[in-house]
T-cell receptor, first 110, second 116 residues
Framework: GENVEQHPSTLSVQEGDSAVIKCTYS??????FPWYKQELGKRPQLIID?????GEKKDQRIAVTLNKTAKHFSLHITETQPEDSAVYFC?????????FGPGTRLSVLP | GAVVSQHPSWVICKSGTSVKIECRSL??????MFWYRQFPKQSLMLMAT?????????EQGVEKDKFLINHASLTLSTLTVTSAHPEDSSFYIC????????????FGPGTRLTVT
């Protein structure tokens, strides 16, 4: 089955700096890769996603890149703000099945 | 659009009793619903996938007789934790998807279950 790894597990950055979180997946048939932001005690919120026929997608300060050959995808947050502090999860989907990465706790220091 | 509700948001029950959690898609038809379990500071662990009108598909290690899932309509799925024990205490989150081609899944707010 699919296995998703995520690094780093924790990340601290200064406000205004960029943050990068990387994920790898094992199943080459996976074709949809969402990123979720989860604040403490709340539901995961989709922040950006990318499909396997696209290499890069950007939405304001957030971008995702996908390398299908290497089976890895990354989340890039620029000009970080304190409200970006949360746990971020990547996921890979094949058919109906979603597999989540273990998460990255991002702290943006003012 | 794409709002998913979950009820109750928090429940405390005694060991040995059963608890039912409801997951509703409020403004779209959810062909597929997912049930996850999340322990503190950990990732989402998929428990089962359910398609409307058919039996749920459980992940390895999840007891289908203990975690009963019903997806009777395109807007409602229920998870019943039967004969709950303290180790079942967790955050249970459902999500809903319009279908295989839509990709995106929409999460409910979660239910915190505490078994005493």
């Amino acid at each position: 089955g699919e296995n998703v790894e995520q690094h780093p597990s924790t990340l601290s950055v200064q406000e205004g700096d960029s943050a990068v979180i990387k994920c790898t997946y094992s199943d080459s048939a996976s074709n949809y890769f969402p990123w979720y932001k989860q604040e403490l005690g709340k539901r995961p919120q989709l922040i950006i996603d990318i499909r396997s026929n696209v290499g890069e997608k950007k939405d304001q300060r957030i971008a995702v890149t996908l390398n299908k050959t290497a089976k890895h995808f990354s989340l890039h947050i620029t000009e970080t703000q304190p409200e970006d502090s949360a746990v971020y999860f990547c996921a890979a989907r094949r058919g109906q099945n979603f597999v989540f990465g273990p998460g990255t706790r991002l702290s943006v220091l003012p | 659009g794409a709002v998913v509700s979950q009820h109750p948001s928090w429940v405390i029950c005694k060991s040995g009793t059963s608890v039912k959690i409801e997951c509703r898609s409020l403004d779209f038809q959810a062909t597929t619903m997912f049930w996850y379990r999340q322990f503190p500071k950990q990732s989402l662990m998929l428990m089962a996938t359910s398609n409307e009108g058919s039996k749920a598909t459980y992940e390895q290690g999840v007891e289908k007789d203990k975690f009963l899932i019903n997806h009777a309509s395109l807007t409602l799925s229920t998870l019943t934790v039967t004969s709950a024990h303290p180790e079942d205490s967790s955050f249970y989150i459902c999500s809903a998807s319009r279908g295989l081609t839509s990709g995106e899944q929409y999460f409910g707010p979660g239910t915190r279950l505490t078994v005493t």
